[in-house]
Every structure is written in C-alpha cells, then in structure tokens.
C-alpha cells in the first residue's frame, strides 16, 4: 500500500485547523473538562474496595469513605489501595489537561478546573447524594500536578505531624492549612495558590468534627487499635 505524503504546507494548515476549532469552542472543552473530572472524582474508591471485601465502609468506624477508615477497618492494603486510587484520580486529569490542552487560548486553566473538580467530586460524590470523602488523598493529587514542590514540602511536614501526635486527622488540619503559603512562596501564581488554598479551606470544614474530637482529647490516634 503506498505511502501517501503531504507537504510541509498542508500539514501546517491542517494542525492551525484543528487548534482554531479547538480555541473557538474553548467554553464547551472547559464545560466537558469540569463536568468529568467531577464524574471521576466522584467515583468513591473506598466504598468500592471495602465492599469487594464485604464491608459497607459508611457502617464503620468514623463511617468516613476515605483511606485512613478504610485502612483501620478493613486492613492496610485497602487502606493504600484506597489512597492510591483517590490520589490518582485527581492527579491523571490534572497532567492531561496540563500538557495537552493547556497550550491552547481559552483552555490555560483547563488543568485547575480538572483538579478542582475532581477534588468537588470527591467530597460530594454525585454517586453518594453528594456525600463524600475528607479529600485529603485527592487533594495531594490535584497538588501534585499543580505544583510538584509544593508536596514535596507538604508531604514531609504531614508524615512529621502524624509521626509525632499520633494523629492522621491533625496531619490533614495542619498541612491543608500549610499547603497554601508553601504554594505562594514556591509557584508565585495567583491562581494556582487560590485553588489550593480553596482546596485546604473545604478539607479543614471537612474535619470539624475530627477539630473538635482533637480539642476534647477524643480523637483515635492511629497508635492505638480500638
């Protein structure tokens, strides 16, 4: 079968093609970018995992559907494979947005709205009567892509918290709140430091309840097996 060859010229104004239909329904790509991150981040790993093992996560323990409860509860592979898919699912369509769609007019923050709304996702799963997890694990995700050394700097200062307290949920408290100034002073973007610190903001209302066990000298440690 013979090879068929275009010329240089012809190339370039098929790709110029393609990135004018690209930029002019920007709006719409922006809307389908939204719409399924949120759809994937809503998927709830953890009730998934704990149920292929024949328990109902929301019945258990704080009832949370995230991996520190699933990790107690139905035992430490659950628990990091929980982790991993909750971080994964914000991290992937944060990098494909990033570097393959970001270059185009009208699509730069398509990356933000991918890991802010898989991170939504998460904690108001659409498959849960927009109920959810803390989004601790999906927010590293949407972090990592955003800005890399931001976790790099937030990782260590979480695993110091919880090695020293004893408590995962102080952890999550401190480094979401932590999170936001390292970003500002490391990436030097407005809007990559917004959607972080928004990020933080949702996971420390998420944890009121775990605050106020904390104040009250109530809170599981992780150290002690109930």
Request: charged share 15%.
């Amino acid at each position: 079968m013979p090879i068929i060859r275009y010329p240089a010229t012809e190339i370039s104004v098929i790709l110029e093609t393609i990135m004018t239909n690209i930029t002019s329904h920007a709006i719409y790509l922006n809307l389908i970018v939204a719409i399924s991150a949120y759809l994937v981040g809503s998927i709830p790993f953890g009730l998934l995992i704990s149920k292929s093992k024949g328990v109902d996560i929301r019945e258990h323990g704080s009832k949370n559907i995230g991996a520190t409860n699933v990790g107690r509860i139905v035992g430490k592979k659950a628990g990091l494979l929980t982790l991993a898919c909750d971080f994964l699912k914000a991290f992937i369509p944060v990098i494909l947005c990033r570097y393959f769609l970001a270059a185009y007019q009208g699509l730069e923050l398509s990356g933000l709205a991918a890991g802010l709304f898989a991170f939504l996702g998460h904690c108001f799963s659409l498959y849960l009567g927009f109920r959810g997890g803390k989004g601790v694990a999906t927010g590293a995700g949407v972090i990592l892509g955003l800005c890399p050394l931001t976790l790099a700097a937030a990782l260590p200062f979480f695993l110091a918290v919880v090695r020293i307290s004893g408590y995962v949920s102080l952890g999550s408290v401190l480094t979401a709140a932590f999170a936001p100034v390292v970003t500002y002073f490391i990436c030097r973007d407005v809007l990559i430091t917004a959607t972080i610190g928004l990020i933080g903001l949702i996971i420390l209302i998420r944890h009121q309840d775990n605050i106020s066990r904390l104040m009250k000298g109530e809170e599981k440690s992780w150290r002690k097996k109930d």
